[in-house]
């Protein structure tokens, strides 16, 4: 996964990087490094995001709202 395929994935998705970050759990600056291409992206994360897309096409946990309410 490419550093613009992470930033294209959570636009289409409407996240923030810091509600993307606060679902997989690690910092926001993290995200955004990936995003920039300063950090390499890990090898599992496309699965990690695949796995995040079933919870919000099935409407589970309300992710976009749970992650708003931790700003």
């Known amino acids: 996964?490419?550093?613009?395929d992470l930033s294209a994935w959570r636009k289409r998705w409407r996240l923030t990087q810091?509600?993307?970050a606060?679902?997989?759990?690690?910092?926001?600056m993290t995200v955004s490094r990936w995003e920039r291409g300063v950090r390499g992206i890990p090898p599992h994360l496309p699965l990690a995001l695949e796995a995040l897309e079933h919870r919000m096409k099935e409407g589970k946990h309300g992710l976009r709202e749970e992650a708003a309410k931790l700003q």
């Open 1 to 4: 996964m490419r550093p613009q």
């Open 18 to 20: 810091r509600q993307l």
């Open 22 to 28: 606060q679902a997989l759990g690690v910092d926001v």
